[in-house]
Structures are given as C-alpha cells and as structure tokens.
C-alpha cells in the first residue's frame, strides 16, 4: 500500500505554545486528508477533512481556530495546535486518499504522540 | 447514519484459541467496512477490508472476516491466537467519504 509519514512521532511543548504535526504522503497525490484526534484507551475521532487548495471542513465541535489545518500542496497536510493547553495533549493521527480512489484506500501515518505540559 | 458498534471493549482468549471479535454495522445499504489494529503507541494497521467483492474477506496475519447482511454483521476471527496478537482492535464503516471508527476492543492473550 502507499505511505503516509507523519512527524513528529512524539512533541512535549510548554502550555500556550503552538505546536504542527506534517503529514505527508510519500507516493502518491494524496487530494484529500483526514485528521483524527485519539484520546488514551479510545477510539479515532474524526476532527477534519481537507481537500488541496480548500479550506479544511471542520467535524462538529472541533475548534477550527484552535486547530489549523492547512492543505496546500497535494503531498503535504499541516495541523496546528495553537496556544496549546494540556488538554489538548492526545494521540494525532492523520489519513490520506488519492482523488481517483474511494475511500476504501485511504492510508493512515503512524500518529503522532501530543505532551502539553 | 452508518455507524459501527463494537461488542466488548476487552476479549480475552488464550494462546491457540479461536479469536472472535465482534462487530455490528447500522445501515442502508451494504457500506465499506475495514478491521484495523493498534499496537500502542503506534497508528493504525489495515487488517482487512470489505467493499462488496466478497462476503468472507481474508486479511494479513491470518485474519477474516464474514459480511452478514442478514445479522449486519462483520465479525473478525482467526482461528488460533498468538501472543503478538494482543492489541487493540478497531471495526470501521466507510461513510460520506469518511472512515468512522468503532470504539475499539482490547485483545488479551492469556498463555
């Protein structure tokens, strides 16, 4: 399958800081990504979609203003945790599918791990 | 809306027995339907998926699973567990171009 890189694996920050997650696609055009958000012990939350070019829709109660999502090339997809709070410390994982597949081939990095202190 | 309901948040099964994980989906019309698996700290792995090929999907590390139509159900097995099986175990449904996620179940393998 294709591979999606995510970095950094792991990331502490002070709190009010700002922190960004990479997610790349490495062979393919990846036209669409997804950001989940997975709390220690549970499940993947979907917290946003982005398609290359577009703004990023945001999953109900996400915080888009705290959560920064930029697309802006077709290989490269960015998260940003602004004014970071512990709260906000959490596995981060993202998924990429190229625009001719379904969603039956999206591929996913292998997270990244949030400390806020 | 499709969802998915994984029954279970722990299994635990020993060392050679049949491993069972269940999985109920809620929709329509037949959806895509993936098993991931998580070891921890790390992301996700695709173990199998379905998208209406076949009813008895076969996946890497001797796993499968049978699309029931009738139970709307994709339950995961493998017929003898081993020890690096014991991770944690996540049944999805492909919806709105989206993948959701069951809550996941926690395998145990007792030696």
């Known amino acids: 399958g294709a591979v999606v890189s995510q970095h950094p694996s792991r990331v502490i920050c002070k709190s009010g800081t700002s922190v960004k997650i990479e997610c790349r696609s490495l062979?393919?055009?990846?036209?669409?990504m997804f950001w989940y958000r997975q709390f220690p012990k549970q499940s993947l939350m979907l917290m946003a979609t982005s398609n290359e070019g577009s703004k990023a829709t945001y999953e109900q109660g996400v915080e888009k203003d705290k959560f920064l999502i930029n697309h802006a090339s077709l290989t490269l997809s960015t998260l940003t945790v602004t004014s970071a709070h512990p709260e906000d410390s959490s596995f981060y994982i993202c998924s990429a599918r190229a625009h001719e597949f379904r969603i039956t081939e999206a591929f996913f990095g292998q997270g990244t791990r949030l400390t806020v202190v | 809306a499709q969802s998915v309901t994984q029954l279970g948040s722990h299994v635990s099964v020993s060392e050679g027995a049949l491993v069972l994980l269940r999985c109920n989906y809620s929709s329509s019309v037949p959806p895509y339907l993936f098993w991931y698996v998580q070891y921890p700290n790390q992301g996700l792995q695709l173990l199998l998926k379905y998208t209406s090929a076949a009813t008895l999907v076969k996946g890497i590390n001797g796993f499968e699973a049978e699309f029931k139509k009738s139970e709307t159900s994709f339950h995961l097995t493998k017929p003898s567990a081993h020890m690096s099986d014991a991770a944690e175990y996540f049944c999805a449904v492909g919806r709105d171009d989206k993948i959701i996620f069951g809550k996941g179940t926690r395998l145990h393998i007792l030696p």
């Open positions: 062979d393919f055009q990846a036209t669409t």
